[in-house]
């Protein structure tokens, strides 16, 4: 019963990450942080699907967490499979729901971050990620006092540093949004409840 509420977990949290991803960071080539950001990077620069970029870049994460943790590998390594896919499959329908979703620049940086971050949280929550530096986060908040988003939070910061070098500096200043908007709906997500500290 675990497994299959898991994999409900992994399959919504995937269309949260695909949605935000296709739907509102792409048509204003807006950056997220992690395994993402670097994904849309190449996305931006060179055409490439982001998913298959995904699975390329959190191959060393996933190499670590299987020395380290092999049972979050596994859990891991679905979560990262199926978003990778999402997404790419999502990817064609933008351009049927960007009329309806073009809110702006800076509502869309926004609300991608809002939901990607969403999506991390709750597979995060339920012992399980898509990888890259959000399953290295993982590992972190489980040695330094830092909830997950805080420490997504600032590698994020750097990625999208690097991003608007490489991009412009709109995209740099769209992508402080999404970050921040991701940091604060992963680390609702993840936040410990009082109750359990009584």
């Known amino acids: 019963m675990q497994s299959i509420i898991k994999y ?24 997220d ?11 931006y620069l060179f ?19 299987w020395l ?9 390594l679905t979560g990262m499979l199926i978003s990778s896919f999402v997404i790419d499959l ?4 933008q351009p049927i729901f ?13 609300a991608g971050g809002f939901l990607i971050g969403t999506g991390l ?12 530096t959000d399953l290295l ?8 006092p830092l909830n997950v988003g805080v420490i997504i939070l600032l590698m994020d910061a750097i990625i999208i540093g690097i991003g608007g070098l490489l991009l412009s500096g709109s995209t740099f200043v769209l992508s402080i949004f999404t970050i921040i908007s991701g940091g604060i709906a992963t680390g609702l997500c993840t936040m410990k409840r009082w109750s359990r500290k009584k």
Not at 33 to 43: P, R, S
Not at 98 to 110: C, Q, T
Not at 124 to 131: A, D, H, N
Request: proline share 5%.
């Open 8 to 31: 409900f977990i992994i399959i919504i949290g995937s269309i949260l990450i695909a949605a935000g991803t296709n739907f509102f960071l792409v048509p204003y080539k807006v950056l």
């Open 33 to 43: 942080g992690g395994v993402i950001g670097i994904a849309l990077i190449t996305n």
């Open 47 to 65: 055409d490439l699907h982001i998913g298959f970029v995904i699975i390329l870049c959190s191959i060393p994460m996933f190499m670590a967490a």
């Open 68 to 76: 380290l943790n092999r049972a979050i590998f596994y859990n891991s």
């Open 90 to 93: 999502l990817s064609p329908l």
């Open 98 to 110: 960007h009329p309806y979703l073009d809110w702006g620049s800076i509502p869309s940086a926004s």
């Open 121 to 132: 949280g709750i597979m995060l929550r339920f012992e399980t990620s898509t990888g890259g």
């Open 137 to 144: 986060a993982h590992f972190l908040a489980r040695r330094i």
